[in-house]
């Protein structure tokens, strides 16, 4: 009940405000977003590969990063192992150079991925469609995909859903701590239990005082029954961010590893 003695706002109080835009925010408070750009990177056929960028992400899809050109460089110098007639993989896939190289180079099947955003998702399915070097499109598709949630929809795009991926690939992925028992997790429930299947994980420590905590993700992967190899350390010309901190070498530095199946390891079942 409203006592006769308060003050009573006018019926028409809330259109005077909006008329006079009193709860507004003023033209220009809001960044327009921003457009979209394009990144290329060079084959070892002498081709070049252009790919879409969204303008901008808080999960850092906007940016080609340094492991997924050196990884998709180290999948065509072992093409014949890790690409040629095998079923693949990719997480956090971002613009998809990778897995799109790897689909150029006749794998059997193809699955990139990204979290589970409407613009990464599309523009993925856009680099797809804009790539004109792939041996089918069908070879390859892009879906969303939050780590460590049921893999059955990555797995139905198989011949054989119950035999896994032969190759994982993970590029720049471990700089997000909180995430690796997830990743380790779709590790165990998407790569093949074979002596020739590898997850292949390449990484820069963009933030080398916490690069303990990037390799941490291996420790984790040992206790689930992979083994663990380093096949590589690749030093880039420059950095990514010039004004960053930290030892520049290290954030110059792409590392790379690949994980197996030991031997006897229990299955993801166990």
């Known amino acids: 009940m409203v006592r006769s003695d308060e003050a009573q706002l006018p019926e028409d109080h809330d259109d005077a405000l909006a008329e006079h835009h009193l ?9 327009p977003p921003k457009p979209p750009t394009d990144a290329s990177h060079h084959l070892r056929s002498g081709q070049t590969l252009t790919l879409r960028l969204v303008g901008h992400n808080p999960l850092w899809g906007h940016l080609l990063w340094n492991a997924g050109r050196v990884v998709s460089d180290y999948l065509e110098d072992h093409a014949g192992d890790l690409i040629r ?6 997480l956090g896939a971002g613009a998809g150079l990778p897995g799109l190289v790897c689909a150029m ?22 680099n797809i469609s804009q790539t004109a070097h792939l041996r089918s499109s069908s070879s390859i598709c892009a879906e969303g995909y939050l780590w460590g949630s049921p893999t059955d929809e990555l797995l139905s795009h198989l011949p054989d859903p119950a035999a896994g991926f032969e190759v994982l690939i993970l590029a720049d992925v471990l700089f997000n701590h909180s995430e690796h028992e997830k990743l380790v997790w779709t590790i165990t429930r998407t790569l093949t239990r074979s002596e020739t299947s590898k997850a292949l994980v390449f990484f820069t420590p963009y933030r080398p005082w916490m690069l303990d905590r990037d390799l941490a993700f291996f420790d984790v992967a040992r206790a689930k029954g992979l083994v663990v190899k380093k096949v590589l350390e690749h030093v880039m010309d420059k950095v990514m961010f010039s004004e960053d901190p930290g030892d520049e070498m290290l954030r110059r530095t792409v590392f790379g590893y690949e994980l197996q199946w030991e031997q006897n390891s229990p299955s993801k079942d166990q």
């Open 23 to 31: 709860f507004r925010e003023p033209e220009g408070y809001y960044e």
């Open 105 to 126: 180079h006749a794998s059997d099947q193809v699955v990139v991925t990204d979290y589970p955003d409407a613009d990464l998702v599309d523009n993925l399915r856009h």
């Open 85 to 90: 007639g095998r079923t693949i993989l990719e």
